[in-house]
């Protein structure tokens, strides 16, 4: 197989709200459930590329943060987040500042599990506000009425084994 080559391509949609109630300020919540993946590659030099764009809102005005960590096995992938940097800063996928309708959270990151095990793939929000907040995807809870200016959208993960 020449190396880069993509083998196998497998996707993981959301197409149902979720929400974690009262995630404390700095804190994840749990891993996000119907947005998981199990994966598995034919070769251990082989890696995954995954993918994805999340709708994600901190239900806060004022632009606090909403954050994500990749999950492999249910524990963060530390070589997908930011340098550690001093001793209280929280190490993320990614972030974007939120309000009461969220936006998208995009998701990309190379892994390499020098594995052929099945791996379970999946994402944690993190609370940037400095109190207990509702971690919210797939909609907007500002704005949540049944309404025509009210949304319901849909979270992706793309997972591609790619030839090493």
């Not at 197409?15 to 459930?33: L, M, P, Q, R």
């Not at 995009?106 to 599990?113: E, N, R, T």
């Amino acid at each position: 197989t020449t190396p880069g080559a993509i083998l196998q391509v497998v996707q993981c949609i959301k197409h149902d709200t979720w929400s974690e109630s009262s995630v404390a300020e700095g804190a994840f919540s749990g891993i996000i459930s119907g947005l998981t993946q199990s994966f598995t590659c034919s070769s251990t030099s082989n890696k995954v590329l995954i993918q994805g764009n999340l709708h994600v809102e901190n239900p806060v005005g004022g632009g606090w943060n909403v954050g994500c960590v990749i999950t492999a096995d249910g524990s963060t992938i530390t070589a997908a987040t930011g340098n550690a940097r001093g001793s209280n800063r929280t190490r993320l996928h990614q972030s974007m500042p939120s309000g009461y309708l969220g936006g998208p959270l995009p998701i990309q990151y190379l892994h390499s599990p020098s594995s052929t095990s099945a791996i379970t793939y999946g994402v944690k929000l993190w609370n940037g506000h400095t109190s207990a907040q509702n971690m919210v995807l797939n909609y907007g809870s500002g704005a949540d009425s049944d309404v025509n200016n009210s949304m319901s959208t849909v979270s992706t993960l793309m997972f591609m084994e790619v030839a090493g």
